[in-house]
């Protein structure tokens, strides 16, 4: 069987979902998993990722989810730059050792000119990723929970929200509308700062609320024991970020090492300037680990 490595075009949507259904996680419906090709807030993909084809057959994937978003800031200038989710790297058991999920992976992050970021990992392929030139884009987060009533101005209906952010925001809540996210819009010391959060039940019962992206992550900082006041329920529940997001983290603050490091690459734009929008988090409903 010859076997090799290619970008992943329309024809392949249909053998992608049924490879990664059947093979990867049967728990995520063939429906779900085509979203990883069909998302809409880029009208002209380059391609759908990286498969290993082999007579024929779609035998493994590496997902890449593309979007262009605005980075920098209006005092030193805000540009484009070409942001890529890595997603479901997966690979038949018959083709495993031979080296093509290396050179899947290898031929997935090649172009400098954009940044790749892996949000969520399994800890197996880690040594690979390193192999490849990723480098850990977080290791830590901060945790708050719950400590007393809340006093915090925040907008929460989202087209007030919409009609309230300048222009570039209000693409991000039109692309992220449709989206599991809940988005925020904190007011406090004459600043407006739009936030996304990811609302989730995890282990323990426990209900996190995951921040996702923050216009000004200084000014989130400063205010996130108001936030996890204002916005936690009484029940179980824990507001976190990731440590890039937090600067001079507070005494309310529980430093937390990840699972597993997310990983990155870039040679164009800071760690601070990846957030988890536009991902496969969103597309695939998935936990925040």
């Not at 979007?67 to 484009?80: P, Y």
């Not at 936690?232 to 976190?240: D, I, K």
Request: proline share 5%; charged share 25%.
């Amino acid at each position: 069987m010859k076997a090799f490595v290619r970008a992943a075009n329309e024809a392949d949507i249909d053998g992608i979902c049924t490879l990664l259904h059947s093979k990867m996680n049967s728990k995520i419906p063939v429906e779900r998993w085509r979203k990883l090709m069909t998302y809409q807030w880029l009208d002209e993909k380059p391609d759908y990722g990286r498969i290993v084809e082999a007579d024929g057959q779609v035998l493994g994937f590496c997902g890449m989810v593309y979007s262009d978003r605005l980075v920098g800031s209006a005092e030193v200038g805000r540009r484009t730059e070409r942001m890529v989710s890595m997603s479901s790297w997966y690979l038949d058991r018959s083709l495993r050792g031979m080296g093509l999920g290396r050179d899947m992976l290898a031929s997935s992050i090649a172009d400098p000119m954009m940044t790749y970021a892996t949000l969520t990992n399994s800890p197996k392929p880690l040594a690979i990723q390193d192999s490849v030139g990723l480098k850990v884009l977080e290791d830590h987060r901060y945790l708050w929970q719950k400590k007393s009533s809340p006093s915090l101005d925040l907008v929460t209906d989202a087209l007030t929200i919409h009609d309230l952010v300048p222009t570039h925001e209000q693409v991000i809540l039109d692309d992220m509308s449709s989206q599991p996210l809940t988005p925020y819009l904190l007011r406090a010391d004459g600043y407006e700062n739009l936030l996304f959060f990811s609302i989730k039940r995890k282990a323990e019962h426990i209900t996190w609320y995951d921040l996702m992206y923050a216009s000004d992550f200084k000014h989130f900082s400063v205010h996130a024991q108001r936030l996890a006041d204002a916005l936690l329920p009484q029940s179980p529940s824990v507001l976190a970020a990731d440590g890039r997001f937090v600067t001079n983290p507070t005494s309310d603050a529980t430093h937390e090492s990840l699972p597993v490091p997310r990983y990155f690459r870039s040679e164009r734009v800071e760690p601070h300037e990846v957030d988890h929008l536009y991902s496969e988090l969103q597309l695939l409903d998935l936990k925040l680990d």
